[in-house]
C-alpha cells in the first residue's frame, strides 16, 4: 500500500495565491490528505476563490467550521440584509457564478474531525467532557479553563490540531498543534506533515493587514512577535 501524508495548513484566510503556491511546494501525491486549520474565509477579495478551491478539492481536502465561516452562515441565515461589506461581496460572487452549493458545502463542514492519531478541532476541548458531547459555543469560541489555557488540562492520547489564539502565534506541543504564521501579515503560510514533523512555508506576497500602524491591543501583541523567527 502507497504511503500517504497527512498534512494540515494554518491560517488561509483570503490568502489564495499563497495556498496555490504553497500545495504546489506539496507536491501532493495520490494519496496525501491536507486538513485546514484555521478560518478559510475572512475579508474580500479572496474568500470567494478559496472556498471554491476547497470545494474543487473536496476528495483530499478536509476542514471543520471556524468561527469565520460560521459568522458568514449565520449572517445569511439572520441578518442577510445588515451591512456587512465583505460579506455582501461572498454572497454577490455565488449568486452571480450560481454557486450556491458552495454555501451548502459550508453548512456541511463538521465541527471537528476525529482520526486513529489525531483530532481536528477550532478551540478547544472542556476537561473530562466527551468529544462528542461538546456544542458549537464551546468548541468555537472557549479557550480557556479555570483561567489556564485549555492545553494545559490536556490528557489524551491523541494529537489535537487546533487553532484560535492568535496572540500565541507557535505552541508545538507533544499531543497539542499550534503553528499561525500569519500570512495576512505579512508573514508566512505554514503546512505541517504529520508522520514526518515537517514544516513547509510560502512566504506572503503581500501585506493583507496593516497592523503596524494600530491602536488595537490585540494587534500590538501581535506586531511585537512579528519579527521573530517562527519556523525551522
Known sequence: MEKFRTIFIWDVQWCYEELKLLIKKLKLKKNDKVYFVWDL?????????????????KNRFFSVKWNHELNFLNWLKWNK??????????????????????????????LYIEEDNFILIHWWLIPNKKLEEHNEEEITNIRDYNWKPWYKYYKWNKIIIYWHWAEEWLNIKERTKWLDSWCVYWKALTAYILETWEIIQQNSLDCYVNIYETKNKLFKKVKNILNKKIWK
Not at 41 to 57: A, E, M
Not at 93 to 102: A, N
Request: aromatic fraction near 18%; charge should be positive.
Open 81 to 110: 440584509y445588515s451591512d456587512d461589506k465583505q460579506f455582501k461581496k461572498i454572497q454577490k460572487k455565488v449568486d452571480e457564478k450560481k454557486t450556491d452549493f458552495l454555501i451548502k458545502y459550508l453548512e456541511k463542514l463538521p
Open 41 to 57: 474565509i475572512n475579508k474580500w477579495p479572496k474568500s470567494y476563490k478559496v472556498i471554491k478551491y476547497l470545494y474543487k478539492n
